[in-house]
């Protein structure tokens, strides 16, 4: 059984930072390769970033390179989204999957396994 459980959301001003956590109880967690998705007010829930089994490789959305930094602990079955240089349009749910399947799955309709999400708004 996998459980997903994000923290880290919050209230933010507009070039702010917030750093993302998802903590999951899975046996095998280095098995898994993790991403994080999310979903604006009245929008499909979207790719955003995901991270291989071991952390070497990365895939980021083109709107969120350079700004954006997925990493995970593999000895703490955590993986992180650290969000800089936000943006009102990236207030959004912010949700943490994990799968084992690479190139990473960027459907939502395809992802395996999700958290309950945690809530990123930024102020402008």
């Known amino acids: 059984q996998v459980q997903l459980v994000e923290s880290g959301g919050g209230l933010v001003q507009a070039g702010g930072s917030l750093r993302l956590s998802c903590a999951a109880s899975i046996r095998t967690f280095s098995m898994y390769h993790m991403g994080w998705f999310r979903q604006a007010p009245g929008k499909e829930r979207e790719f955003v970033a995901a991270i291989s089994q071991s952390g070497d490789r990365t895939y980021n959305v083109d709107s969120v390179k350079g700004r954006f930094t997925i990493s995970r602990d593999n000895a703490k079955n955590t993986v992180y989204l650290q969000l800089n240089s936000l943006k009102p349009e990236d207030t959004a749910v912010y949700y943490c999957?994990?799968?084992?399947?690479?190139?990473?799955?960027?459907?939502?309709?395809?992802?395996?396994?999700w958290g309950q999400g945690t809530q990123v708004t930024v102020s402008s």
């Open positions: 999957t994990a799968d084992r399947r690479w190139p990473p799955v960027t459907s939502s309709s395809e992802v395996a396994y």
